[in-house]
């Protein structure tokens, strides 16, 4: 009878070879996202002057609002990578503390954006009143969405860093998984910053 117990070292290598191609899969996702973005910004890009009679965008930002969104979505970027630190030194105390500060921050986010949107429609400006409008909501929104699911995967990794994966090879992949995605996230609020909001306004 032959039976090989793998070592740990041996183990190690065999999860390292695993967490590459599935940082590398999540890559390709972010690209295909970037495809997605890239659609729905063309789209407003040709809806942006189709007001309809309706309200324009220069008459329904707020500047203030939205630039406290966008402080509060770069600062988690930031909470972010001082959780990132904490978790390659194995330090749970601090991967918990900052990975809660970002939730707190993205939530905080979350919150402005449904408020403004709320606002919006009870003003008689929902994605019904225009092709600019439905543009608008539509782009925001999808972004929106993605700040909600990181949300959720920040509240699983939470959960997860108290178990017995905690920094192991695979944990740490899908920490850097999350970081990508939680990064693009924060790219695309830029543009939507510059090219929606501020372009609309100026």
Not at 59 to 79: C, H, K, R, W, Y
Not at 80 to 90: Q, S
Not at 127 to 149: E, I, Q, W
């Amino acid at each position: 009878m032959s039976s090989e117990i793998a070592s740990p070292h041996h183990a190690a290598h065999e999860h390292e070879g695993h967490s590459s191609p599935v940082v590398f899969g999540f890559w390709i996702y972010i690209m295909t996202d970037c495809v997605l973005f890239g659609t729905l910004f063309a789209s407003f890009a040709v809806m942006r002057n189709a007001f309809a009679g309706g309200p324009t965008g220069h008459e329904l930002f707020d500047l203030t609002g939205v630039g406290i969104e966008t402080a509060l979505l770069l600062l988690s970027s930031i909470t972010f990578g001082f959780g990132a630190l904490c978790a390659h030194a194995k330090n749970r105390a601090g991967l918990v503390s900052w990975l809660i500060v970002t939730a707190l921050l993205g939530a905080g986010f979350i919150f402005l954006e449904v408020r403004e949107f709320m606002e919006l429609i009870a003003n008689g400006a929902g994605p019904d009143r225009s092709a600019f409008l439905s543009a608008f909501f539509t782009l925001v929104a999808t972004h929106g969405l993605h700040v909600t699911v990181g949300l959720i995967w920040i509240i699983v990794m939470i959960v997860q860093s108290f178990s017995a994966q905690a920094f192991t090879t695979r944990y740490l992949g899908k920490l850097q998984c999350l970081s990508l995605f939680w990064h693009f996230l924060d790219i695309v609020w830029i543009c939507v910053f510059t090219f929606v909001y501020l372009m609309s306004v100026v």
